[in-house]
């Protein structure tokens, strides 16, 4: 269990950054998108973190958070998220509970964000974006594959819920492990405190 858990840490780290990387240093390669493709919330992100990362050296700490919560954090579904994370254990959580754990998961993500933005070495990456799947006309999955020469190929697929006319993000794979499931060992004994302790095996009476 602690060996798949750390793996899962390891791909969630290996997502932030790959998400976080700037595209002078890799190539799309992709048909035309417009802003109802779900995969075009995908390659108008990486386009803004391109601006932002070539001032990255004159950036502060203050800027670099602003940048985050006003271009990427915009784009992932929290209360969906959320709801995923919590499982049967939102059963017995209040409603303020919830906002706050919902609160403790975006600043966790938030902060990752800022840990792990311009510390990826992305001179020789490339990123393959593939055609959005779609599951119906409200969820879709956008692909990627990342290359570098001195790693193997990493698999990026992001879940994506459509609200509105907005597609956001409910969960990304790295190579098949889910943020999501990481995120729920992460806050686990978190989560125990909300668990109805053990009744017993029911019996019945006659």
């Known amino acids: 269990m602690m060996r798949s858990i750390n793996k899962q840490s390891r791909n969630l780290i290996t997502f932030i950054s790959l998400l976080l990387i700037s595209t002078w240093s890799f190539a799309y390669n992709a048909p035309a998108l417009t802003p109802k493709d779900p995969a075009y919330v995908i ?11 070539s001032n990255s050296d004159k950036i502060n700490p203050v800027q670099l958070r602003g940048f985050i919560e006003n271009k990427i954090i ?3 579904d929290f209360n969906n998220m ?3 994370i919590t499982g049967r254990y939102a059963d017995n959580m209040t409603e ?10 975006r600043e966790t993500f938030l902060s990752s964000l800022s840990k792990h933005l311009g510390s990826f070495d992305a001179k020789n990456t490339r990123v393959q974006l593939y055609p959005a799947r779609y599951r119906g006309p409200a969820e879709a999955f956008v692909s990627t594959s990342v290359y570098r020469p001195d790693n193997l190929p990493v698999r990026l697929d992001f879940r994506m819920r459509r609200e509105d006319n907005d597609w956001k993000i409910i969960d990304v794979k790295a190579n098949g492990s889910s943020a999501v499931l990481y995120y729920r060992q992460h806050f686990i004994s978190q989560l125990r405190q909300y668990q109805k302790p053990y009744q017993g095996p029911y019996q019945a009476s006659y």
């Open 43 to 53: 390659q108008t992100t990486l386009d803004q973190i391109t601006t932002f990362s």
């Open 74 to 76: 915009p784009h992932f």
């Open 82 to 84: 959320s709801h995923w």
């Open 96 to 105: 303020q509970d919830k906002v706050d754990f919902q609160r403790n998961l």
